[in-house]
């Protein structure tokens, strides 16, 4: 049956546009709104924080509010916003365990506010809502899941070349262009050039008292050039290969990372998939005796 709200006391008809009642008839709403307390918040302010006990279920009716975890960093990570209409704090009423993430209001709010046994009694008298509740927290699982991932997988390459000094970056440089074509071509043609230039144009043109030459066969100033060449661009290339090598192993330390999260996540996501059908079949049998109670 709708609800009326001209029918209804203030409170419940806060109650009745948060979209998890909306399934209630007009007296249950008097009655949650019995049950439940307005607490109001100052922009800002710490509602409550990761690893605290959870004790009570929040409904944002006034503001907004951001839902957060510390990462490995100890940054802050936004894991949502939330508007009037939405809730959040029900992992932990329903596990009886610790708040998994944070809670600070963004602006000046006002929240409904419902005890942990009395959210675990409403749920068990309103099968539909709590398979609005359990909707919801999928939607938000699915979404922290990615937001997650996201977070654990980092741009290796980004963040050494945001590191590199500027003696790697010349180091990288030297050995990518120590290792082309270019490179070989343009030092190839260069041998040619000194070679034809001693033998055949100095040796006609170029000699120097008593027939010298610049730097007659077999080219020792070529050799020492070359040798002195090879010398400094072998450490070169070297310091390259080392920073890459370092790369290499900061990318499997990363894919070990991103693996071993989602394993986690996984494990994680079947046991509270176990404990939610769980708790849909405590609802299912508590709906059931009621049904039965009531064609009596």
Known sequence: MPTDPTQLSDEAQSLARVPLFKRLEPHELEKLAEEIDQVDYKAGEIIFNEHDHGDALYVVEEGSVRIWVTDEDLNEVTLAELQPGQFFGELAVLDRGERSSSATAITDAHLHRLSSDDFQKFLTEHADCAIDVICEIGARMRQTNLLVSQRVSRNINREMEEKATIGQRIADKVASFGGSWTFIIIYLSFLIAWMAFNTFVL?????GEGGAQFDPYPYILLNLMLSMTAALQAPIIMMSQNRAA???????????????????????????????????????????????????
């Open 246 to 296: 370092e790369k290499d192993r900061l990318a499997a330390e990363q894919d070990f990372k991103v693996n071993l999260k989602s394993e986690l996540m996984l494990e994680e996501l079947i046991r509270k998939q176990r404990y939610r059908d769980a708790q849909m079949e405590q609802l299912n049998d508590a709906l059931a005796a009621l049904q039965g109670t009531e064609k009596k």
């Open 203 to 207: 040796i006609h043109y170029g000699r």
